[in-house]
């Protein structure tokens, strides 16, 4: 398994941030890999949820089922990814002084064997985890600040 984490200092407070990174249909808008989110429920997530994911890798699409092992609204989630990627996404929320949250997201995955799965690794392998994850939570630290103003 491949493990990254990645942390970011939000000027806004944990409600607006929880808000904004338990949604997982706002996953296409912090990365454009994932075309679609579907299975959502409208009462937002809890333990036991699931919900696919589309994602898209140099022409090649693929889904990926994904499931809530444990949440605490506005502190932590631990969700589990299956599908042509394996894995367990971790997020924390701590308040800190000033109306601001550190956000932080702990992603362990590895990817399935086959054609994809390769083609998906090598893809990630290029573009660097660490940067990709890093791209997503600056993407939710823009729209948890703008949704607060």
């Known amino acids: 398994m491949s493990v990254v984490e990645v942390s970011e ?4 407070r944990p409600e607006a941030v929880w808000d904004v990174v338990a949604n997982p249909e706002n996953l296409p808008v912090w990365d454009r890999h994932i075309y679609e989110v579907e ?11 699931e919900y696919t994911t589309g994602v898209k890798f140099m022409g090649a699409r693929a889904h990926a089922s994904a499931r809530v092992l444990e949440i605490e609204p506005e502190r932590y989630s631990k969700i589990e990814l299956r599908g042509l990627v394996e894995g367990i996404v ?24 086959g054609p994809i799965g390769e083609l998906a690794a090598r893809a990630i392998q290029m573009l ?21 103003r």
């Open 9 to 12: 200092v939000i000027d806004a």
């Open 128 to 148: 660097g985890a660490t940067a990709l994850l890093r791209k997503g939570i600056q993407a939710q630290k823009r729209q948890a600040e703008n949704s607060g």
């Open 90 to 113: 971790e997020t924390w929320l701590e308040p800190l002084d000033g109306g601001r949250t550190r956000l932080r997201h702990r992603v362990a995955y590895r990817f399935k064997g």
């Open 39 to 49: 299975g959502v429920p409208k009462t937002g997530l809890e333990r036991g949820t």
